[in-house]
């Protein structure tokens, strides 16, 4: 039997309506929908001639830009491409062929309208019954930023570099003067000369770096994103930003989107969830997160909005197992405001530890606890043994009793399978490892791009396209 072998100089014919290129149930089409959908008077695009970056009209760079980045083509360059040789993007730009630049220069123009794009997908996500809105699940994971961490400055590292760039600029400045007034016009005086200004140059940029670094508090700064920070992660540390997710419990699809520059997520929960409950315009029932959000303080804002709060404590988290003599051993008298040991001993109120507000409980005489019988055991201590307790220590207590709910357990169980799921798909279905924008509104127009792609793959994988494209027209 003969191989199937193809014949390029076959004359065929392509449909006549670049319309028939593709099928019915191809993907592209609920994307197309989605886009014409989209109220783009409240994004703020306009769809009236005006400017080089409205070269081509703004409905259709956006789908290209949506449709591209939901298949891993996020740069200008890699769009241009596709729209040359892939038939689902011809059909998509109606045979028209934009240049990179007029594409990135469209992202960069309407950054904060793509943003936007977000918040109305998860209002259809409403509308189609897509998104309850009861239980959300807020997670974080740290996306590598457009920059070297080499280029990231401390203190430090600043005043590091200045005691070098002075030593290296005095060797060249005697080695300016060794030079004999007959070899001035020799190469190495002129090399020299030209070495001693980009010292100079170095040591400018160093001191506006460390006059910055004063002026703004911060503890780094990256001269190539001044937004982004150093993050530690399973692949090292790198120049990243902390990307949060704000999932639904019914589809895991997701409400929000944020980029924030902390290193970790202690800070976020109370943000994020008021964020979400913004764009749902509605608060939700239960708030849920991992053990990098137990931070009793973010917790408590969402708790008194009447939503409940299922968050492990660390302790819970690790699973660790209670030591003999640990804090739980001990009874809190609260009107007295003192702690009792298991021996009956008194711990009693000292003062609150400035550094991380802590109230401090100690015994009253060291002899106490030397003379004990659990000493060694205790406490080693030549001061005795001492307790700190947080000063909303009984909110925490509050929330590791909620979190031990059966009903709390339950939605804790599916907490992983929900909000880690879009962050699997952005790095590893899409490529998006790293960022392709720099500075914070970019990086959050690029973390919403990511999630609206998301969102659109979920409710074509729910819904189907032939149907989801009847309700999208419907709206």
């Known amino acids: 039997m003969a191989f199937i072998i193809g014949n390029?100089?076959?004359?065929?014919?392509?449909?006549?309506?670049?319309?028939?290129?593709?099928?019915?149930?191809?993907?592209?089409?609920a994307y197309d929908a989605f886009i014409e959908s989209l109220d783009f008077k409240s994004l703020g695009i306009p769809l009236v001639p005006g400017g080089s970056a409205d070269e081509y009209f703004p409905k259709d760079l956006l789908k290209l830009i949506v449709y591209g980045c939901s298949y891993g083509l996020r740069s200008g360059r890699n769009l241009e491409r596709a729209c040359h040789h892939n038939l689902s993007f011809i059909w998509l730009m109606r045979g028209s062929k934009p240049y990179y630049r007029t594409i990135t220069r469209f992202r960069k123009k309407y950054k904060k309208?793509?943003?936007?794009?977000?918040?109305?997908?998860?209002?259809m996500c409403i509308k189609l019954d897509l998104i309850e809105g009861n239980i959300l699940f807020v997670d974080g994971s740290k996306i590598?930023?457009?920059?070297?961490?080499?280029?990231?400055?401390?203190?430090?590292?600043?005043?590091?570099?200045?005691?070098?760039?002075?030593?290296?600029?005095?060797?060249?400045?005697?080695?300016?003067?060794?030079?004999?007034a007959q070899e001035e016009g020799?190469?190495?005086?002129?090399?020299?000369?030209?070495?001693?200004?980009?010292?100079?140059?170095?040591?400018?940029?160093?001191?506006?770096?460390?006059?910055?670094?004063?002026?703004?508090?911060?503890?780094?700064?990256n001269t190539t994103d001044n937004d982004c920070a150093t993050m530690k992660s399973a692949h090292g540390s790198h120049a990243s930003y902390n990307v949060q997710n704000v999932v639904d419990s019914k589809h895991g699809l997701i409400v929000n989107t944020d980029a924030v520059n902390e290193n970790d997520d202690k800070n976020q929960f109370a943000n994020q969830i008021d964020q979400a409950n913004e764009i749902l315009e509605n608060k939700c029932k239960t708030a849920c997160g991992d053990s990098g959000y137990a931070n009793t303080t973010e917790l408590e804002k969402i708790d008194k909005q009447g939503i409940k709060v299922v968050v492990p404590s660390q302790r819970q988290a690790l699973h660790k197992e209670e030591k003999p003599f640990s804090k739980s051993q001990f009874?809190?008298?609260?009107?007295?405001?003192?702690?009792?040991?298991?021996?009956?001993?008194?711990?009693?109120?000292?003062?609150?530890?400035?550094?991380n507000q802590h109230r401090v409980y100690s015994i009253k005489s060291p002899k106490i606890c030397e003379s004990c019988k659990h000493y060694k055991v205790c406490t080693e201590s030549k001061h005795g043994r001492r307790v700190t307790r947080l000063i909303n220590e009984e909110v925490r207590e509050k929330f590791e009793r909620?979190?031990?709910?059966?009903?709390?357990?339950?939605?804790?169980?599916?907490?992983?399978?929900?909000?880690?799921?879009?962050?699997?798909?952005?790095?590893?279905?899409?490529?998006?490892?790293?960022?392709?924008?720099?500075?914070?509104?970019?990086?959050?127009?690029?973390?919403s791009l990511l999630s609206t792609c998301f969102n659109i793959a979920r409710m074509i994988t729910i819904i189907g396209v032939p149907e989801l494209i009847l309700k999208l027209n419907s709206l």
């Not at 006549?16 to 149930?25: A, K, L």
């Not at 309208?113 to 209002?123: E, G, N, P, Y």
């Not at 009874?331 to 003062?351: N, V």
């Open 402 to 447: 909620q979190y031990e709910q059966p009903d709390s357990q339950e939605i804790y169980k599916h907490r992983k399978e929900k909000v880690e799921l879009p962050f699997g798909h952005f790095k590893h279905n899409l490529g998006a490892r790293s960022f392709l924008l720099r500075g914070k509104d970019h990086v959050k127009s690029e973390a």
């Open 8 to 29: 390029r100089t076959q004359q065929t014919f392509l449909p006549p309506v670049i319309d028939d290129y593709i099928d019915e149930h191809d993907p592209v089409r």
């Open 186 to 221: 020799q190469e190495s005086f002129v090399k020299a000369k030209e070495n001693l200004k980009d010292q100079e140059k170095l040591k400018s940029k160093m001191k506006n770096i460390l006059k910055e670094l004063g002026t703004e508090n911060k503890k780094s700064l």
């Open 144 to 180: 590598q930023a457009n920059a070297s961490i080499k280029n990231t400055w401390t203190k430090k590292k600043c005043k590091k570099m200045l005691k070098k760039i002075d030593k290296r600029i005095d060797a060249l400045q005697k080695e300016w003067e060794s030079v004999d």
């Open 331 to 355: 009874t809190y008298d609260k009107e007295r405001d003192q702690y009792q040991c298991p021996e009956g001993h008194i711990l009693r109120f000292r003062g609150i530890n400035k550094n």
């Open 113 to 123: 309208a793509i943003t936007k794009v977000l918040k109305q997908c998860v209002r």
